[in-house]
């Protein structure tokens, strides 16, 4: 079977990245098409496939600039020649399901999100972005959005990260979608021994303005509790660390082991923004410890309130900080490491790809049997 993966761009190896990898271990002589990609960044798995970058990838400094050609990505991933392949799965939350399918071909999209940028966070976004770009937005847009609900009538079957995603899937696409959660590497976090747990809390991931770090150090500054951050980039870092006292600790960007060491030693994960789905939390449960989230988005599916962790229903500092009071009077030492970590067994790889051969399946696609096991 020739098999087409579609995915956004490859300049790093986050969530949506995993899924194409995930991919990649069920379809080992998939092609992958992408807008740009930079090799040094991406895992053994994908660097094992054919990847084809689109001809955005032409444009100048396209590595860096890539989402200011957003106007020209419909063209480019139409202009793509897939006649040779039996299936076309794509990755989206850039502009990656917009290809043409030959016509015998079935064409799965997995959805993160529909691109946010377009749709209900267009105007945080414009807000957001330099001269230029707030009086090209509107005039961009319009059309940019009847292309991507054209798109997404092309594909013949859709799946969402998330019941979160779904929603706006069917509110922006008016398409009616599968909830397969990503897959989450669940194996490689572990618990310590409770002598080894620490006072502070943890926040981890891309210091980026949706996911309200502004909230978290606020939050902080004012209930004066040990808070280790972990991420980047380190402009942002900057800023925020002027704004942050003496409790908060900034370790910006870490390797693996430091991020697993954090995570399976602090009091709990602080989790302030909507996230589509969020793979952080998971892998905090996967370490054996709660989760104080937000109580919106992709965290209502993975967080079980008292059981695996918290919510706080509203996004201002002094509601996160009475929900962490509340923890340590009630919740504080009373979460059993176990139940977190069988909750947390759920978001596996091979619960994913179980849940994918059954959508393979309802396309018509056989899959070997020996393909049903990670690492075939």
């Known amino acids: 079977m020739n098999v087409a993966i579609i995915h956004y761009w490859l300049l790093n190896m986050r969530g949506g990245e995993r899924v194409v990898e995930a991919l990649c271990r069920i379809f080992p002589q998939a092609d992958i098409y992408t807008h740009v990609y930079d090799k040094a960044a991406l895992s053994e798995t994908l660097l094992r496939h054919n990847i084809t970058a689109t ?23 139409e202009s793509l020649d897939l006649s040779k392949y039996d ?3 794509s990755s989206e939350s850039g502009p990656s399901k917009g ?3 030959p016509p015998n071909a079935p064409h799965l999209c997995y959805c993160h999100s529909p691109m946010r940028y377009l749709w209900d966070q267009y105007h945080t976004y414009r807000n957001g972005a330099g001269f230029a770009a707030k009086l090209a937005m509107p005039l961009l847009a319009p059309s940019l959005r009847q292309w991507d609900v054209t798109s997404a009538a092309r594909v013949d079957a859709i799946i969402s990260n998330s019941s979160h995603v779904a929603k706006r899937v069917n509110k922006y696409w008016r398409r009616n979608t599968q909830v397969i959660h990503p897959p989450v590497a669940v194996q490689e976090f572990s618990a310590v021994h409770p002598s080894e747990l620490q006072s502070y809390y943890l926040w981890a991931g891309e210091l980026v303005t949706y996911k309200r770090p502004d ?19 380190d402009k942002v870092r900057k800023a925020l660390q002027s704004k942050a006292k003496d409790n908060i600790t900034f370790l910006g960007k870490v390797d693996f082991a430091t991020l697993k060491h954090y995570m399976a030693r602090c009091k709990a994960l602080i989790f302030p923004g909507e996230e589509d789905f969020g793979i952080v939390p998971v892998e905090v449960m996967a370490s ?23 919510f706080f229903h509203e996004q201002t500092a002094e509601s996160l900080n009475t929900v962490i009071t509340r923890f340590e009077a009630e919740f504080d030492g009373n979460f059993n490491p176990a139940d977190l970590i069988a909750h947390a067994s759920n978001f596996s790889e091979q619960a994913f790809r179980t849940a994918m051969l059954k959508e393979f399946q309802k396309l018509g696609i056989d899959i070997p049997k020996n393909m049903a096991a990670i690492g075939s």
């Open 55 to 77: 001809s955005l990838s032409n444009w100048p400094l396209a590595n860096k600039l890539y989402q200011s050609y957003l106007p020209l990505m419909p063209g480019a991933l």
């Open 87 to 89: 299936l076309v799965i």
């Open 99 to 101: 290809v043409i399918a």
């Open 215 to 233: 909230l978290m150090i606020e939050a902080f500054n004012k209930n004066g509790k040990p808070l280790v951050i972990i991420g980047g980039p």
């Open 288 to 310: 054996g410890r709660p989760v104080i989230a937000f109580g919106k988005g992709g965290a209502l599916e993975t967080v079980i309130e008292g059981k695996t962790g918290m």
